[in-house]
């Protein structure tokens, strides 16, 4: 893992992915229009309410980013035991009871006259599925970014992903069911199973059995091959979403908007908090910054397939998760930038020490 987590850069798919959201909004509308039929068939394509199409992208779109999660990395959780309760906190204590929130707030009051009314509750669900997992791939790009501590970010994550096992599919049980939203529980578990359990397992069966043979070599190989599938599939992804939803955008193209509005108050309200409360507890600002981004990010991979699963590819949910991908990358690079340009003031702080060098990973 020392060579897959050293350095990654942000790479150009990533670096645009609002642009090639916005073309799959285009895409998907419009073929949507002129190929009805393909679109229903692929809906219609379920086992068991689980829709097969979706499944196989999703789990191209997870495995190849579990593959460079080392599990093995827990064993350096308690050298940054500060930043990491701080994460820990944010993540599974405040991130998707904030969002809940502010989906309440925003779109079930304040916005309310101006969304479909019969999907007030849809969409609701959909800000609450896209909080309450975080980023398991980007946030090493971002850590990168904010010359983070490689040591503290891949164990952050890969506790992150033991935990999210566990948490995902009561969270999310739990919120919308104070949100009075019907919740089907055994397609929620079900979910959980498909798109968290099995892809974890299959993802380290086989990270172990490439390393055995071929070291960071033939697992480095393998990523790169799946790396071009794993982006087709999110866009594939994203074009059937939107055909779905075609119609309901063309009608009203503001809903989009008013949906980025809770998601964006949440990830710099949980990023500042992660920030400030590492700075109050001490923690180098190597750590802070990833902390911060960690603390805000979301897996929206996962809460896109776990909307299509609950509720469909015409619900507000699904539409709401692909809002969170919309606005993934520019609002994350603003939090990059405000860490790095506040680190002065960060170290200011009368407990935090000023030697802030990121290490890189032991070989």
């Known amino acids: 893992m020392a060579e897959l987590a050293r350095n990654p850069k942000i790479g150009f798919f990533e670096k645009y992915l609002t642009l090639w959201v916005a073309l799959c909004i285009v895409a998907g509308i419009t073929l949507g229009h002129l190929l009805p039929g393909v679109f229903h068939a692929v809906g219609a394509a379920e086992v068991a309410k689980v829709n097969i199409p979706v499944a196989v992208l999703i789990w191209l779109m997870v495995i190849p980013m579990l593959l460079k999660i080392d599990f093995a990395a827990l064993r350096e959780v308690g050298r940054h035991w500060r930043g990491i309760g701080v994460t820990l906190f944010v993540n599974w204590a405040v991130k998707p009871f904030s969002m809940a929130l502010l989906g309440w707030l925003f779109v079930g009051w304040l916005f309310r006259p101006y969304l479909p009314a019969d999907q007030i509750d849809s969409y609701i669900a959909g800000l609450i599925i896209l909080a309450a997992a975080p980023c398991t791939a980007m946030v090493f790009v971002w850590s990168n970014l904010t010359k983070g501590e490689p040591h503290f970010t891949l164990s952050q994550v890969a506790l992150n992903d033991a935990i999210m096992v566990v948490t995902f599919a009561p969270i999310v049980g739990l919120l919308l069911g104070l949100s009075a939203i019907v919740v089907p529980w055994d397609t929620l578990v079900l979910s959980v199973v498909l798109y968290i359990v099995i892809p974890v397992i299959v993802a380290q069966?086989?990270?172990?059995?490439?390393?055995?043979?071929?070291?960071?070599?033939?697992?480095?190989?393998?990523?790169?091959?799946?790396?071009p599938l794993s982006l087709v599939a999110l866009l594939a992804t994203l074009v059937l979403l939107?055909?779905?939803?075609?119609?309901?955008?063309?009608?009203?193209?503001?809903?989009?908007?008013l949906l980025a509005v809770p998601i964006l108050i949440q990830v710099y309200f949980n990023s500042g908090l992660a920030y400030v409360?590492?700075?109050?507890?001490?923690?180098?600002?190597c750590v802070a910054g990833p902390s911060a981004l960690i603390g805000a990010s979301n897996f929206f991979e996962l809460a896109v397939a776990a909307a299509i699963s609950l509720f469909g590819f015409s619900s507000g949910a699904a539409l709401a998760t692909v809002v969170g991908v919309l606005v993934e990358v520019p609002v994350m690079l603003s939090v990059v930038w405000i860490v790095n340009r506040s680190k002065g003031w960060y170290e200011r702080g009368a407990e935090v020490p000023k030697t802030s060098i990121a290490r890189e990973p032991a070989e």
Do not use: C, K, Y
Request: no cysteine; hydrophobic share 45%; aromatic share 4%.
């Open 242 to 257: 939107f055909g779905f939803q075609g119609e309901q955008i063309l009608a009203q193209p503001m809903v989009i908007v």
């Open 205 to 227: 069966l086989l990270r172990r059995n490439l390393l055995a043979r071929g070291d960071d070599a033939a697992l480095s190989g393998l990523l790169r091959t799946l790396q």
């Open 277 to 285: 409360l590492n700075r109050i507890s001490g923690e180098q600002h």
